[in-house]
């Protein structure tokens, strides 16, 4: 079970990591979305779930990027008077948003592939 205290530094670390790479993103990484953060019980590191809504370039160049501002973002985050330390962060794609859109997509097929309604059944005749 999670404790309290790690639950707080994810909450803590995904909004930081959130408002930094939202201020410094490039252009051209399409729509990046940090999903979840999961650190270690002695916080000494931390792996950064993110997915990107966009092309596999945008996403590639999106990789890319969050790769090139490690340092800054590590470095910016020292002014944290809530951590003693800093873990290290490691970006990990999350392919949870693509999995649920794709369960979504069948879904959809098999009620559209279903028939409206059984068809009626005829009442025989009666008096004979």
Do not use: C
Not at 19 to 26: C, I, T
Not at 30 to 56: E, N
Not at 84 to 89: A, C, D, S, T, Y
Request: hydrophobic share 40%.
């Amino acid at each position: 079970m999670i404790s309290r205290r790690l639950e707080r530094v994810n909450e803590l670390l995904l909004r930081e990591i959130s408002s930094y790479v939202l201020e410094n993103q490039p252009p051209d990484t399409g729509l990046l979305t940090f999903t979840a953060v999961k650190t270690t019980d002695d916080l000494m590191s931390a792996r950064v779930f993110y997915s990107v809504l966009g092309s596999d370039a945008e996403k590639a160049r999106a990789d890319e990027a969050l790769h090139r501002m490690k340092f800054e973002l590590t470095r910016s985050m020292r002014r944290l008077e809530s951590l003693k330390r800093i873990p290290v962060l490691e970006f990990v794609w999350d392919d949870t948003p693509a999995r649920a859109a794709r369960i979504n997509e069948l879904i959809q097929q098999i009620h559209t592939d279903e028939s409206p309604a059984a068809p009626k059944r005829r009442k025989p005749p009666e008096g004979k």
